[in-house]
């Protein structure tokens, strides 16, 4: 079981508990634009997602963990590890801090600085990429702060708001050898 402890917040695998916070977010349409969800998702589908959330990122390719405020051990958010690739060591990474109130309290700074540090050293991955609006200005001053950068924007990628957006791509590779 993945535990990962910073100072304000600690990283943890899902558990069936999660049930009512994990709906909550993905059923939260002001999120859906950065997770690019375009329907709600029933109790029933999260239900069977936490059962088989046991599988490791080999099998299942992707790592999907509750970000915790230390202190009450509430959840707060999550973090993820997508579209994960063994073989060319790489995966995609994904970051939400469900309410508004939690954003910018250096939970989101903290989580995906304990995730980079895990992708490297333990799953000994070469590079972690992200996919990000580019309207979506906070996200990208938190991952170029970990030295992402910027290599690419895919045109009109999205549709939001009725009108088309672009996406840039943005990629990381480890200095570790």
């Not at 600690?10 to 059923?27: K, Q, S, V």
């Not at 390719?61 to 579209?83: M, N, P, V």
């Not at 508004?100 to 895990?118: P, Q």
Request: proline content about 2%; glycine content about 4%; charged content about 25%.
């Amino acid at each position: 079981m993945i535990t990962l402890k910073g100072e304000k917040i600690y990283l943890r695998a899902l558990e069936p508990e999660d049930l009512e916070f994990i709906y909550a977010i993905e059923n939260d349409e002001n999120i859906w634009e950065v997770s690019n969800t375009q329907t709600p998702y029933s109790k029933f589908l999260i239900r069977q997602y936490l059962e088989n959330a046991h599988q490791d990122i080999f099998e299942a390719k992707q790592l999907r963990l509750a970000i915790c405020e230390s202190q009450s051990a509430k959840a707060i958010g999550l973090i993820d590890l997508f579209d994960f690739d063994a073989k060319n060591r790489r995966a995609g990474i994904g970051i939400v801090i469900q309410d508004e109130i939690d954003r910018k309290n250096g939970y989101g700074k903290e989580a995906l600085a304990l995730l980079i540090e895990y992708s490297f050293i333990h799953l000994h991955l070469h590079q972690l990429f992200a996919n990000i609006s580019i309207e979506n200005i906070p996200s990208i001053s938190l991952f170029t702060t970990f030295g992402f950068e910027k290599i690419g924007v895919k045109k009109d990628w999205n549709f939001s708001n009725n009108s088309y957006q672009d996406e840039a791509l943005f990629q990381r590779i480890s200095n570790l050898k």
